[in-house]
Each structure stands twice: as structure tokens, then as C-alpha cells.
């Protein structure tokens, strides 16, 4: 295992049209998190995940934004109808099942709307 | 969750140990200190993290204050390689959501 996987790594998309990344986690983790980092800052909460279920919505989460998590395994985030605010890195981390002493994170997936 | 304070930026030369130092007064008793870094243009990366008692890794060491309000990660050679933006993270030992709330970190360079 290569440890966590994010695609595409950069996106550029026009305002208005709708992305979808998609990121696999370490294979034997149920714990799925997903981040949005703007220049300059922290990476930020945005939701998480243990197997399918979406315990976790934060209220950067607008109801543009929407993520699944099919089968608990891989996991997509959908932005519909882009806006230049969207701009940003979007990581995705994963944990294991026991004790959780540390995540860990793919290379994020750039987006910028143009 | 509680609040962590960072340097915005450090300097170090290489080969010499850096101190990077977090202030956490309103740390409660189940806080974990957790401390990860961030390469550029790459995802976070773990570095370490303790309770009350210092701890050492390979790639670096944790001390933390007798009354916990502050802590400080130690890269013992820093080399070109640990050029990065450092965030110490308190999180709640309660809960298996590792859900992590980052500060703006400190930015350490570090010269040839």
C-alpha cells in the first residue's frame, strides 16, 4: 500500500461547472476525513466518514458540496456549480481502526476556478 | 477545542537543532499534543505526539512543561528536508473521530 491517494492532482475549472475528486485511503482504514487549505492557511475540517456512514459535517460544508462514500472504501467529493471561492487544496486523510495515533494524508487535489 | 499559539516563522541554520515552540494554556487533562508538518505542496505528515511525558522519535522529540500549557518539538539536525510549516494540534483523547483542527502553524526555513 502506497499510503493515501488523491485524484486529479489539479484541477482547473471554469465558475459554474460541477468537479468531482475522488481519494483512496490506506486500505485496512475505516476512517475517511476530508480538509479544504487556502494559501496561507491551515488545512480546514470538512467531513468525515467511518466506513459508509457520514458521521461529520462541518458548516464549511455548503449544499454545494456534497461526499459519499460508497462500499467504505474509496470516497468522492462533489463541488456543483464552482465559484472562485472554491479555489483552494482539498486533502483527504484516513485513519485505522484502533488507536488513532496519528492521520494519514494524500498529496491534496489543487482546484482552481477560473 | 482548545486554542494552540505558533511563531509565525523560525530560522534555523543547517545541521544545528532547532526548538520550536506551541503555548496551549487552556489545555484540558485528555488533550493529546499532536504535532504534524507540512512540506510544500504536499499533504501534512506526522511527526509526534505525547500526553505528559516527553517522547522521542526518529525524527524528532516532544518535550512538554511539567503543567502542560506549553510544549516544544526539537529537530536535532535540522537538514534542508525539514523546511516545512510545523502545526502543533491539541486533540481530545475521547471519541474516534481524529478529526484535527489546524492552526496557521510556524514556517521553519532553514539554511545551507
Known amino acids: 500500500d502506497t499510503g493515501v491517494s488523491q485524484d486529479p492532482r489539479h484541477k482547473i475549472t471554469k465558475r459554474g461547472q460541477n468537479v468531482t475528486f475522488r481519494c483512496d485511503p490506506i486500505s485496512e482504514h475505516n476512517r475517511l476525513y476530508w480538509y479544504r487549505q487556502t494559501l496561507g492557511q491551515g488545512p480546514e475540517f470538512l467531513t468525515y466518514f467511518q466506513n459508509e456512514a457520514q458521521l461529520e459535517k462541518s458548516r464549511l460544508l455548503s449544499d454545494r458540496f456534497s461526499a459519499e462514500r460508497p462500499k467504505g472504501s474509496f470516497s468522492t467529493l462533489e463541488i456543483q456549480r464552482t465559484e472562485q471561492g472554491d479555489s483552494a487544496m482539498y486533502l483527504c486523510a484516513s485513519t485505522g481502526k484502533t488507536v488513532n495515533t496519528e492521520a494519514f494524508f494524500g498529496q491534496g487535489t489543487r482546484l482552481t476556478v477560473v | 477545542d482548545a486554542k494552540t499559539t505558533q511563531p509565525n516563522s523560525m530560522e534555523s541554520n543547517e545541521e544545528e537543532p532547532v526548538h520550536l515552540p506551541c503555548n496551549h494554556s487552556?489545555?484540558?487533562?485528555?488533550?493529546?499534543i499532536h504535532w504534524y508538518r507540512q512540506l510544500p505542496s504536499q499533504g501534512p505528515e506526522y511527526v509526534i505526539h505525547?500526553?505528559?511525558s516527553n517522547v522521542n522519535n526518529r525524527m524528532a522529540s516532544l518535550a512538554i512543561a511539567e503543567d502542560r500549557k506549553s510544549s516544544t518539538l526539537i529537530l536535532h539536525r535540522a537538514t534542508l528536508r525539514d523546511a516545512a510549516v510545523y502545526y502543533c494540534i491539541l486533540r481530545n483523547s475521547g471519541g474516534s473521530n481524529y478529526k484535527l483542527t489546524f492552526g496557521k502553524g510556524t514556517l521553519l526555513t532553514v539554511n545551507p
Open positions: 505525547g500526553l505528559t
Open positions: 487552556t489545555i484540558s487533562g485528555t488533550d493529546y
